[in-house]
């Protein structure tokens, strides 16, 4: 019989019946989209302790992280008035405390001062050049990168490079006003004081502990007028690449790590965004990539997977989210300069920016404080991203170079997968680690060990998962993963 035959009254229960079953199955799905349109609540912090695979120098170290000291290093750039790029930088100007000299100066005088509490084991340097006219710079002006370098200790792996940056140049509402305030608290003396703060921690380490890489921590102008200062210390490093034979593995950049104060952020998750298809590759290389499905495999991209794990070994009391994109959405920071030059590069960055604070004049209007000032910042939320920058850096400076050469045999079709590559340059690494993941997983799933070994075969078909492969030193501390390239 058919239902047009049923009476209003007999269909009106299956009608209830049918009409909560799809609500039933419909609420997960608004219950998920309620809690992306709400702004994420903010959560306590939670006691972390550290793994069993953190080398306990390195956790200590991370204790002596300062809030006291970001806050005051924090103060003391906004202090100056302003930063921006164009802003005074002659003689009187640095006198008086006003302008991007005197900063420029006194980041200098910070990074001499660790020097000498370390017994010379930094060696502070500039990187000045004559930034042409721009868009954002209306006449040629003189810009300084500022920076330390942390040299390795290990002869053979000294020339193996690891990096962070924050930049030290401000602005307000113009980006043109060289003379009006421009505090610059959160964007980005924060970055710049986990750059100081790092340096300060980690050549204090380094009395005792010997880092076999070399680390710089930086602190670049002009990225505010159009990523300048980044720009030129990166090419800067590509030459050295070709002409020294540097090795720049992993750039950490920290722009907006303040942790603003307004609702909605989460005082205990930080982003870490990376590259997808790097932005060096060319045409070849790119149609490679999408023939394996290694779009989410970028360098960078391994470098952000790093930070994770490093994050899951230190209690830093800061959970690093993976955010698959090179920056904000249609933005972009320092971290790109170095992508471009084809370097693995992540940014850092708070979970929710208020756009009342950035790159505003600072004023009250209808009740709304704008401005980028320092009663806004979370200074043991900047401790807490200083931790895990220390702690990606010293692992990474600690571990034996990655593996060389690492292939993926593909001659035969089968549902096995046969792994080989080149010792670890550097005679540091004393195993080898091979970790792979399903192609959907945003991060390494599984491992296995090779030990001494520079070849593998495991049960596992190439078609469903990433591998890559990792050298470990005899302290456990692992290298970058290495994704292989087929071998036919």
Known sequence: MHSHYFSCSLLRPIRIAMMAAVLASLAPLVAASSALAAPPPTRKVAAQANHPLADPSIAAAL??????RIQATIAKLVSFGTRQTISAQDADSIAAGRGIGAAREWIRAEFERYAKDCDGCLEVKTDSFLQPAADRIPAPIQLTNVYAVLKGADPANADRVVLVTGHYDSRNSDTL????????????????????????????????????ATIIFLTVAGEEQGLNGSGHFAKFMREQQEAAGWKLEAVLNNDIVGGDKSPGQDAAVVRVFSEGLPAAADEKQI????????????????????????????????????????????????HYSFNKEGFAAVRFT??????????????????IAYGDTPDHVDYNYVARVARLNAA?????????????????????LENVSTLTWDASPGALATSYEVVWRTTSSPDWEHSNSAGSKTTITLPISKDNVIFAV?????????SLPVVPAPER
């Open 63 to 68: 204790q002596q992280v300062s809030s006291s």
């Open 177 to 212: 006003d060289a003379k009006g305030g421009a505090p610059g608290a959160n964007d980005d003396a924060s970055g710049t004081a986990v750059s100081l703060e790092c340096a300060r921690v980690l050549s204090q380490l380094s009395l005792k502990y010997k880092f076999p």
């Open 287 to 334: 149609a490679r990539i999408r023939g394996l499905g290694g779009e989410s495999d970028s360098p960078s991209r391994e470098l952000a997977r790093y930070v994770a794990e490093t994050g899951r070994n230190y209690n830093t009391g800061l959970k690093p989210v993976l955010t698959f994109r090179l920056d904000r959405y249609l933005r972009g920071g320092d």
């Open 350 to 367: 708070e979970l929710q920016e208020n756009y009342t604070r950035q790159h505003q004049n600072v004023r009250s209007e209808n009740g």
């Open 392 to 412: 990606t850096l010293a692992s990474l400076a600690s571990a034996p170079a990655p593996p060389a050469n690492v292939k993926l045999l593909a001659k035969d």
């Open 470 to 478: 990792r050298s470990v030193g005899k302290d456990g501390h692992k």
